[in-house]
């Protein structure tokens, strides 16, 4: 009886610790708070996971509770697979920093997926998940919504549209995923009260936080999400079979639910609304109440009323709900008609917003192209995406967790996903008819939770945020538990033996490099607010601890030069930045800043290859584009003498360049009002007087004329002034002598035009 006692008090601690860490994750995972990021969780997280392993491997009694009528799942399978190609990927990726925390984030998301996935460890441990999770969304709400009426100053929480619209972004700093991560705990919520033979205290206790999070969606003034809600919610419902006798029984609960939910959700959003937008605290804080104590309430009476409700049969019931939420639609629908309207109103095919993610999701197969077996590592998108845009746009996501995955770890890697994937779409949609016992409430919550999170990421990057992925694999590991299992590797031992030890060895190792990566974090935070030769040390230091991030080698190189710009210090920091560059091959900033770095050293070679790097990186980008073609005439000029094939080769690519140059131009100029570019596609001055002058050099002096005559009045002196000399040249201007000589500033890049004429010829 004590050996119980304080068994119970232990597991109570125990999930009581994990249910308040899930509380706090959303702040671990966000950088304003924690400036190490992501790298704090995946410190923790490994480290259980860790643990957990070692007990797994070394203690019989813990292995033999853990697998008490275990079997491998195909999930299973799929989990480890994708986990080892994001792991794998790290050595062919596109961006090797942004790959190794891919693959630390999904190392340390095989915790949820197990903690669900395994009958003892969801039985002991899964209320309290359950718990934190609802306790989260209950944080969230409550810090974020606040903000829309100033009341709190929670950094990044709000966001305005272009309406001058406020909309909740929370903790996430993102209103799309605060929206979805309000809208799967509701679901969940919903799909657990309904499903559950809990006392109708429990049930009314999660139909207000569900109530609180619906207020949310419609506070997070997400479109997007409040329609995917919408379709899971009624997806959901007609899913909704359990018991054999009474096929309906759930479904009624879980829309009469939903309805309370709805109901208290709605009036509360209705007074934040009006503290938003009235700066009202007072109407937003009874807002808040009101989504939280209307259901409670709504419940207590349906519970008075549970003998009436009870002689109606099961058929009558789902009628008579259907029939009230029909009715109420309609009459919600004529008294805020105007609201209805403007919001209809508001979805538009060409928009900026939707048209472009099917933009993205186009460009990203060709990023695809580049692996498409196993795809390019973690962050591909983010590191590929300027080469292969289709216009001027700025974004660091892909906007699609199906697209990210794909080109992430190609096909092979998708496949996993579906794999993962297709049991939280069956056991949603229309799961099999089994009794209660086989199929516990909690777990279809779970199910339900990521299943929603899931849906709407389809369309939104909702998956860049770790806490999302969290829920999403806790859902992922809750319906691989109701898969049939592998028969071939069931009937073997040693299996579970095996995969723990890989399990536990990649975890510790993940565990070591997030430290690494926590402790260069604060490196380079502190490195970024010291003198150069103070940050110089500090930086060397933080790519010591995180070898595979590129940007502290390049920092470190700039912090050499502004120490002294030495010969030897300028070959040091060409040499770091081409390790730099190696890491980030696909980086035009990189590329860019080595061209430039090449061109003090006089080594004009590599500042052209680099240049036409950074273009190639980012074509349509076109400061890009203008270090390129000025990089390759003063190539061509400083090495005319020595090597004149080279020089003329050098002149006849830029020409092709601005070529290239002028059809990017004339395709941004033809792009639709609708999709405005993230910048005009116009080249310096300088850079078309350097085409100018090559077309001069290669004998086609009208063409040569005509653009530097565009450049003639440029308000910088040494463009305007290179103009008049390529004109004159052109033109054969007998005055030509006398304006070197009148101005001094301009005679080097004369003798450079005159020397290159007499190797190149006209």
């Avoid at 390129?628 to 092709?656: N, R």
């Avoid at 070197?740 to 020397?755: C, E, F, G, M, N």
Wanted: hydrophobic fraction near 50%; glycine fraction near 8%.
């Amino acid at each position: 009886m004590a050996i119980q006692l304080r068994w119970r008090v232990l597991t109570t601690v125990i999930g009581f610790i994990i249910a308040v860490g899930i509380c706090a994750l959303p702040f671990l995972s966000s950088a304003v708070f924690f400036p190490p990021g992501q790298y704090t969780l995946d410190v923790i997280l490994g480290a259980i996971l860790a643990t957990l392993c070692g007990f797994f491997a070394f203690h019989k009694r813990f292995r033999a509770w853990v697998l008490k009528d275990e079997h491998l799942h195909y999930g299973d399978l799929a989990v480890l697979l994708l986990v080892l190609l994001y792991i794998v990927a790290i050595f062919y990726a596109a961006d090797s920093n942004l790959a190794v925390t891919g693959a630390l984030n999904y190392t340390i998301l095989l915790l949820p997926y197990f903690v669900l996935r395994l009958r003892s460890l969801r039985h002991l441990i899964g209320p309290w998940i359950g718990i934190g999770f609802a306790g989260a969304s209950f944080v969230v709400n409550v810090i974020g919504i606040p903000n829309g009426w100033g009341q709190f100053h929670t950094p990044f929480a709000t966001e305005t549209n272009p309406q001058g619209q406020i909309q909740i972004a929370s903790l996430f700093q993102y209103h799309n995923s605060y929206g979805a991560f309000v809208a799967s705990i509701a679901v969940a919520l919903l799909v657990w009260s309904a499903r559950t033979t809990c006392t109708w205290w429990k049930r009314a206790a999660a139909l207000m936080v569900a109530g609180l999070n619906i207020a949310g969606v419609f506070a997070s003034e997400s479109r997007g999400v409040l329609a995917i809600w919408a379709v899971v919610m009624i997806f959901t419902a007609i899913g909704m079979r359990e018991f054999k006798e009474s096929p309906t029984a759930v479904r009624n609960r879980f829309i009469g639910d939903s309805y309370i939910a709805i109901v208290g959700g709605l009036a509360g959003y209705e007074l934040v609304h009006h503290a938003i937008t009235h700066h009202s605290a007072t109407s937003g804080w009874v807002g808040i109440l009101v989504s939280i104590i209307v259901p409670g309430l709504i419940a207590y009476l349906r519970h008075l009323c549970r003998r009436q409700i009870g002689r109606m049969s099961v058929k009558t019931g789902l009628i008579a709900l259907i029939a009230v939420g029909v009715l109420v639609a309609v009459l919600g629908a004529l008294a805020k008609h105007h609201a209805i309207a403007q919001k209809l109103s508001a979805y538009k095919v060409h928009q900026l917003s939707v048209s472009q993610r099917f933009i993205f999701w186009r460009d990203g197969l060709h990023i695809l192209a580049r692996n498409p077996v196993t795809g390019s590592g973690y962050g591909a998108w983010e590191a590929m995406y300027m080469r292969v845009q289709s216009y001027p746009y700025y974004s660091n996501q892909s906007h699609s967790f199906g697209v990210d995955t794909l080109i992430n770890v190609g096909i092979l890697g998708a496949l996993c996903m579906i794999a993962l994937v297709w049991p939280m779409f069956r056991n949603m949609i229309w799961p099999p008819r089994h009794n209660a016992p086989s199929r516990p409430p909690l777990v279809y919550a779970f199910i339900a939770g990521g299943w929603m999170a899931f849906c709407h990421s389809l369309m939104d990057w909702d998956m860049a945020f770790l806490f999302l992925l969290v829920l999403f694999f806790a859902g992922a590991g809750a319906a691989s538990a109701l898969t049939p299992p592998v028969r071939l590797l069931s009937t073997r031992r040693g299996w579970q033996l095996g995969f723990s030890l890989g399990i536990g060895a990649v975890s510790i190792a993940a565990c070591l490099v997030s430290i690494g990566g926590v402790i260069s974090t604060r490196l380079a935070n502190l490195a970024s607010e010291e003198s150069p030769v103070a940050a110089l040390g500090t930086y060397r230091s933080a790519f010591a601890w995180a070898p595979y991030n590129g940007n502290y080698l390049a920092n470190a190189a700039s912090a050499l030069l502004q120490t002294g710009d030495t010969a030897q210090n300028q070959q040091t920091a060409e040499q770091w930045m081409e390790e730099a560059e190696a890491r980030s091959p696909y980086s035009s900033s990189f590329a860019a800043n080595y061209a430039q770095l090449a061109y003090n050293l006089s080594n004009f070679k590599t500042a052209y290859k680099q240049a036409k790097l950074a273009e190639k990186n980012a074509p349509y980008w076109p400061n890009n584009m203008s270090l390129a073609l000025s990089a390759g005439v003063v190539y061509g000029l400083q090495t005319a003498a020595e090597d004149p094939f080279s020089a003329k080769a050098a002149l006849i690519d830029v020409v092709h360049l601005y070529n290239q140059a002028l059809m990017y131009q004339r395709h941004v100029n033809a792009l639709p009002s609708y999709l405005p570019p993230s910048v005009p596609y116009q080249l310096n001055g300088f850079s078309i007087v350097s085409v100018a002058a090559a077309d001069y050099l290669l004998g086609d002096p009208a063409a040569a004329a005509q653009l530097a005559a565009t450049q003639i009045n440029s308000n910088v002196q040494h463009t305007q002034e290179t103009a008049i000399i390529v004109q004159m040249l052109a033109t054969d201007n007998p005055n030509l002598p006398n304006f070197v000589k009148a101005h001094p500033d301009i005679q080097p890049s004369y003798q450079l035009l005159r020397t290159a004429q007499q190797y190149i010829g006209k």
